[in-house]
């Protein structure tokens, strides 16, 4: 069995593995690199030179650190199928187009203010491009978690963490290679628990927070206060969110706190993002994979303000009133959150709130830093609205959670490898892995190839 990691490692992002066994090559995940400038210059890098000899791609879920590059896989001559869930392929069909539109709109931008090194700025890649790579998902059969790949059968389990998201077993002969993709936490507010792992001769786990503990106490509860506090102060409370999951875990959140009498029932909610709104309805659709009621699916719009075009987004910018807006991106990096940024951050009456991981080198990264300027479109904003975070809302199982998960394996790893972290949270899992097991446990460079 051979390995190659050509992303997510030594960093969060631009997951993609490539896996040789069974006479198959198979590209694990096939994601974008965020965050820093340094690494999102890997995007525009060539793709790998073999991307015309991947016989087939296994997504383990939507997030676009996971799927973002499949346009560039096949732009650059990938012909294969895309296997993934149901669920999976239809979020990647919302999360390609827009971070298509995403990267067009910022090319037509750079091009009318002459702000790229580049004449003319080309987008990363364009609609007709993401359209090409979703022609070629695969979505598993109805009521079937394996999928056939020559010799080779791979088997995607509930991993938590994202609708439709998994963890995937290759088993080829008497060989099984498992790989996390993301895992999820067992108290999450949509997700069921990750299934436990049984059995892995070579192992890829993901080690986001490889080092750290999810805070002790309820994020519901710190978003209420949150919330409460801000509006009191006539404010308004910013959610920068990714639309896609936590939009609607943040959905779910504010349901249960006007329906428990913690927030009052006429407070504005505002779902300022195209994208998840047809989310929310995928996940209404798909409710069957989540950990909630059919009324609660049904609630998660119910009384929520949509603003689909810009216009009504613009016309939500002059409204005076108290309110929580939840807008992409999530790490404030691009989207309608910025113009809403632009608006609150100079007004110490409203409140931005991060609910989710920060990548370094991103905008949310910055303002929880306390940085007392922020950059949006080439002009500088004071800050003075409160900034903070909540933490405790993470889709990713914490260090403890990810040890559980191993914890069902009836023998370790021959090998495993930790993917999909900072170095100093791979490294700390490392060390905890090889303890427990006292067998080989490697974090891989960049670019890195194995053999296990
Ligand atoms: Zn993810």
């Given at each position: 069995m051979d390995l190659q990691f050509l992303g997510a490692a030594d960093t969060v992002t631009g997951s993609r593995h490539r896996v040789a066994l069974g006479g198959q090559s198979v590209l694990l995940d096939c994601g974008l690199f965020q965050g820093y400038k340094t690494l999102r210059e890997r995007n525009w890098a060539p793709m790998p030179a073999a991307a015309s000899e991947v016989d087939a791609v296994l997504l383990s879920h939507a997030h676009l650190d996971h799927s973002g590059a499949l346009p560039l896989l096949v732009r650059a001559g990938f012909r294969g199928p895309v296997h993934c869930t149901a669920a999976t392929r239809d979020l990647c069909e919302v999360l390609l187009l827009d971070s298509a539109h995403l990267a067009e709109e910022d090319a037509r931008r750079a091009n009318r203010d002459h702000t790229s090194r580049h004449t003319p700025a080309r987008p990363l890649y364009t609609v007709a491009e993401a359209r090409r790579a979703i022609a070629q998902l695969r979505p598993l059969a109805r009521g079937r978690d394996t999928v056939r790949i020559g010799h080779v059968t791979a088997t995607f389990r509930p991993a938590g963490h994202l609708l439709g998201a998994s963890w995937i077993a290759l088993n080829s002969g008497d060989e099984r290679l498992v790989y996390s993709g993301d895992l999820g936490r067992s108290d999450d507010l949509l997700m069921p628990p990750p299934e436990p792992l049984e059995q892995a001769d070579v192992l890829l786990v993901e080690s986001t927070y490889g080092q750290r503990l999810h805070p002790p106490g309820d994020p519901v509860a710190e978003l209420g206060a949150i919330v409460r506090d801000t509006i009191g102060r006539g404010g308004s409370v910013l959610l920068p969110t990714f639309a896609v999951g936590r939009a609607q875990a943040l959905l779910l959140a504010l349901q249960r706190l006007k329906e428990a009498g913690e927030l009052p029932a006429a407070l504005p909610v505002v779902l300022d993002s195209p994208m998840a709104i047809q989310a929310t309805a995928l996940y209404q659709r798909h409710r069957r994979g989540l950990r909630i009621s059919a009324a609660e699916a049904a609630g998660l719009d119910q009384g929520v303000m949509l603003t689909a075009s810009s216009a009504a987004s613009m016309r939500l910018a002059s409204r005076r009133m108290p309110m929580v807006i939840l807008a992409a991106s999530g790490m404030a990096t691009g989207g309608r959150v910025l113009h809403h940024l632009k608006r609150m951050?100079?007004?110490?009456?409203h409140a931005i709130v991060f609910p989710g991981f920060q990548a370094g080198g991103t905008r949310g990264a910055r303002l929880l830093a306390g940085e007392t300027e922020v950059k949006i479109h080439g002009a500088w904003w004071p800050v003075r609205a409160r900034v903070s975070q909540i933490a405790g809302l993470s889709g990713h199982a914490d260090a403890q959670g990810l040890m559980e998960w191993v914890s069902a394996l009836a023998r370790p790893p021959r090998s495993t490898f930790v993917v999909h972290g900072e170095a100093a949270a791979s490294d700390a899992l490392r060390h905890r892995l090889q303890e427990r097991w006292n067998s080989p446990v490697h974090v891989p460079e960049h670019g890195s190839s194995w053999s296990a």
């Open positions: 951050a100079p007004d110490p009456r």
